[in-house]
């Protein structure tokens, strides 16, 4: 089973809507998860770290749920600069000092 | 903002040929780490190095890998004798902390020839 699994996409939605997916982890025992944005050929960069409770940044919210383990990310109000490929990344233990990516959502954003 | 960055952008090597990428951490910072995407893949881990040495590895940083930190502000990844699966963009990363946020530089892609 690989660490870190995602819906491939691509989600196309028109400007404005809400777009939502998901991401499933094998380790249990993970400690620290977050969604990265990469664009084309680009390096990852932090979209935002999710929290137990579940945290939003703007119109961004990210939710885990340890016990089905998995995490969400959805956007509202999509704008034209929200297309990008989505990774979902995983940290396992809190000693551990590599990140476990996804291969990564791609949603585009259509005028 | 302070920014991880990588020299070069663009490698082009031929196989069996040694190639050295070089990546500058955020100045603060105390953790590094090598990545690699090949193209259409995952970002896999390669390698991290805390306090002069290596903190943690992957499968894939077998001995034809190695880093360095030769100074205060430079990090490099070697690879000793490319192979065609080596073609690949390389992100160097570094974190202050071990449990804080991992910041990645623009990459270094390599092909091999």
Redesign the interface.
Do not use: I, V
């Given at each position: 089973r690989k660490e870190v699994e995602q819906d491939p996409g691509p989600f196309n939605v028109p400007e404005g809507a809400t777009v939502a997916f998901n991401c499933t982890y094998s380790n249990s025992a993970s400690q620290?998860f977050?969604w990265y944005r990469?664009d084309c050929?680009?390096?990852?960069?932090?979209l935002m770290?999710v929290y137990s409770s579940g945290n939003e940044d703007g119109r961004f919210t990210a939710q885990l749920n340890r016990a089905s383990q998995y995490i969400s990310l959805l956007i509202r109000d999509s704008k034209l600069s929200d297309s990008a490929t989505y990774?979902c990344v995983v940290?396992g233990r809190?000693?551990?000092?590599?990140?476990?990516?996804?291969?990564?959502t791609t949603v585009t954003v259509r005028a | 903002e302070p920014e991880v960055t990588q020299t070069p952008s663009h490698q082009v090597t031929q196989m069996g040929q040694e190639v050295i990428l070089r990546c500058v951490p955020i100045s603060n910072h105390l953790y590094f780490y090598w990545y690699r995407q090949i193209l259409g893949q995952k970002v896999e881990f390669l390698v991290s190095f805390y306090n002069n040495e290596i903190s943690e590895k992957s499968e894939i940083f077998d001995d034809q890998f190695s880093v360095e930190r030769p100074d205060g502000s430079n990090f490099t990844l070697k690879i000793r004798s490319t192979k065609l699966e080596d073609s690949a963009m390389y992100f160097c990363a570094s974190s202050e902390f071990l449990v804080e946020t991992q910041y990645f530089g623009p990459g270094t892609r390599l092909l091999v020839l």
């Open positions: 620290s977050f990469q050929r680009k390096e990852p960069k932090l770290s990774l940290r809190s000693n551990d000092y590599k990140l476990s990516f996804g291969a990564g | -």
